[in-house]
T-cell receptor
Framework: GAGVSQTPSNKVTEKGKYVELRCDPI?????LYWYRQSLGQGPEFLIY????????DSGLPNDRFFAVRPEGSVSTLKIQRTERGDSAVYLC????????????????FGPGTRLTVL | DAKTTQPPSMDCAEGRAANLPCNHS???????VYWYRQIHSQGPQYIIH???NNETNEMASLIITEDRKSSTLILPHATLRDTAVYYC????????????FGTGTRLQVTL
């Protein structure tokens, strides 16, 4: 079956520009996550959606970063006034969102979008 | 969530068992140990998780010490395709929870 897909796979932009990164989660998954991974580091949490709403946006570094998921499926991560320090791989993951009190659900990751800000 | 400590790198010969340690000495009673791995240029992939009992699946085995302060991920017969960064993550129970990755252990499997 189809996994998590992310587009574009690579994005090169200039400092100050606006970018949008798209994530298509596994069909039926209600939970969606965005992470950012800098070179040599582990992924860093940005934001988590349950359905259409952002349940936890504590990882967004500043107000230049914003994410939406208007219909509870596809999500878009938006970065305004990009800076060179935003260069990283942006990873999206999804999970079923139907777990109970037991262990946290397995997250399924996409291949990521490599963002380069010149 | 509890902090974890892992060695930065390890080597393993192909066909041998790879034993990846993780220290989580501040783990709480309601926190699970999860392992993910990330092959180069791919997103992380779930491997296994456990609470206090040892666990085994088709990918690996997870051994958790009785005091739960440390664990070991075992790949019984490592192959070149197992070369990856392995992350040990401790997570409180719940439906969905953000993953807090450290820098993991870079496992290099060699011929």
């Amino acid at each position: 079956g189809a996994g998590v897909s992310q587009t574009p796979s690579n994005k090169v932009t200039e400092k100050g520009k606006y970018v949008e990164l798209r994530c298509d989660p596994i069909s039926g998954h209600t939970a969606l996550y965005w992470y950012r991974q800098s070179l040599g580091q582990g992924p860093e949490f940005l934001i988590y959606f349950q359905g259409t709403g952002a349940a936890d946006d504590s990882g967004l570094p500043n107000d230049r970063f914003f994410a939406v998921r208007p219909e509870g499926s596809v999500s878009t991560l938006k970065i305004q006034r990009t800076e060179r320090g935003d260069s990283a791989v942006y990873l999206c993951a999804s999970s079923s969102g139907r777990g109970g009190r037991g262990p946290t659900e397995e997250q399924f990751f996409g291949p990521g979008t490599r963002l380069t800000v010149l | 969530d509890a902090k974890t400590t892992q060695p930065p790198s390890m080597d393993c010969a192909e066909g041998r068992a790879a034993n990846l340690p993780c220290n989580h000495s501040t783990i709480s009673g309601n926190e699970y140990v999860y392992w993910y791995r990330q092959i180069h240029s791919q997103g992380p992939q779930y491997i296994i998780h456990g609470l206090k009992n040892n666990e085994t699946n088709e990918m690996a085995s997870l051994i958790i010490t009785e005091d739960r302060k440390s664990s070991t991920l075992i790949l019984p017969h490592a192959t070149l395709r197992d070369t990856a960064v392995y992350y040990c993550i401790v997570i409180r129970t719940g439906t969905a929870s953000k993953l807090t990755f450290g820098t993991g252990t870079r496992l290099q499997v060699t011929l």
